[in-house]
Every structure is written in structure tokens, then in C-alpha cells.
């Protein structure tokens, strides 16, 4: 991509980032139906893609092959914790926001990024910001986990969020940013990654940890 696209017509895109979905959340009444009427036709039948596919079906890889366009034995990133995985083994410095950039898009994160980012007892800062982003408000450190107290960097300020449910909060983020825009008619990209939900139904005694 280059800046010569923005001689054409360029569109927003929201990328909504999804962790575990589960299968009972979808169909006509999850969560699918209701992202369909967010995209595509004006008449609320959106867009549907039948197919979809994983190179690499674990949460820091796909994160990593999403940002680089690479598979994961090209990025280097094969689990979610170092010395192999993780925020620590992804190399961000060219990146699809980079790209976004130059295009002439604004773009923005909100919520989850790669595993261990933030993460100030391995010694990763929690300050940081990734190249490519005009906007950033990523969830850091070892409690992101947490649907009700959270740090979250804005911009490279770390802020610690109490008595906020974390979906609501990443929404309300994420509306700010699609309404107070500027310049508005620019093309905007935005990266909204809710925290999954990783415990399993508490029947079954299990925990689910690959996160």
C-alpha cells in the first residue's frame, strides 16, 4: 500500500479482534448477527464470509501474523510467553499500522495487544508505545485479565481503571474515537480487542491458561 491510494476512495475499516468465540455465541442471535448488521449493506444483511482460517491458532502468533502479514515462522513469534512468543519475540517495526500510515489512514488501538506487553515484572515497559498508531490505548501489564481493575497505556501514560467492566470501557474508547476524529474525513483503521473470556464453565474444573 501506498500513498497514492488515498487518490482513490478510501474507506474506514474497524478491525474487531476476537478471542476463543464460542460456538453457542453465534448464529442468528450471537454475536455474528450482530457484527453483520456493523458491515456491509444498508439493510443490516452486512457481510458474510463462510470460510475462515488460521495459519497458526493461538493468541499471540495470529496477533503477530495480523500485524506483519507473515506466518509465524517468518515473524518468529510460536507462543505466547518468551523466550519463543509473546511481546518480547515480535519485531514491530514494520508493521500493518506503518503501512496504514503512509496510505494516509489514522489509526488506532484499544484493548488487548500481544501477550506480556506491559508486563513490568519481566521487565517490559509499560510506557510504550508501538510505531504507527496516532491513538493507543493498550491494555498492560498482568491484569489485563482483570474485567474490573486494569492499567491501560494511553499514549504512553499508564492509567489504572477501577469499578469500570472492561468491554463497556474499551466500547466507550473506541465510540470516542470514531466521533471526535479530526480530520473526519480522513480514513481511519482501528484495532478494538476486548479481553477474552479464558475460564471455562465453572462445572467443569478446568481452567483454560493458553492466553
Not at 448477527?33 to 470460510?51: F, I
Not at 495470529?62 to 518468529?76: E, V
Not at 510460536?78 to 500510515?101: H, R, Y
Not at 488506532?108 to 495487544?113: A, D, L, R
Amino acid at each position: 500500500m501506498s500513498a497514492g491510494v488515498m487518490g482513490r476512495s478510501c474507506r474506514g475499516v474497524a478491525e474487531h479482534c476476537r478471542d476463543h468465540g464460542r460456538r453457542h455465541a453465534r448464529g442468528r442471535s450471537g454475536c455474528d448477527a450482530q457484527t453483520k448488521q456493523l458491515v456491509g449493506a444498508a439493510d443490516g444483511l452486512g457481510a458474510t464470509y463462510p470460510h475462515s482460517y488460521a495459519s497458526y491458532s493461538l493468541c499471540a502468533p495470529s496477533r503477530s501474523t495480523f500485524l506483519s502479514g507473515q506466518y509465524a515462522l517468518n515473524h518468529g513469534v510460536s507462543d505466547n510467553t518468551e523466550p519463543d512468543g509473546g511481546w518480547p519475540a515480535f519485531d514491530d517495526s514494520d508493521t500493518l499500522p506503518m503501512w496504514l500510515q503512509q496510505a494516509g489512514y489514522q489509526t488506532v488501538m484499544i484493548g488487548k495487544y500481544l501477550n506480556q506487553y506491559g508486563q513490568t515484572d519481566l521487565g517490559n515497559d509499560p510506557t510504550y508505545v508501538p510505531p504507527g498508531w496516532d491513538n493507543w490505548a493498550g491494555l498492560v501489564g498482568g491484569n489485563w485479565r482483570n474485567y474490573r481493575a486494569f492499567d491501560i497505556n494511553m499514549n504512553g501514560t499508564v492509567h489504572h481503571v477501577t469499578n469500570a467492566y472492561s468491554t463497556n470501557n474499551l466500547t466507550g474508547r473506541a465510540k470516542v474515537q470514531l466521533n471526535n476524529r479530526l480530520p473526519s474525513g480522513q480514513p481511519l483503521f482501528m484495532l478494538l480487542a476486548y479481553v477474552p473470556c479464558l475460564r471455562r464453565a465453572a462445572s467443569s474444573g478446568s481452567t483454560w491458561n493458553r492466553s
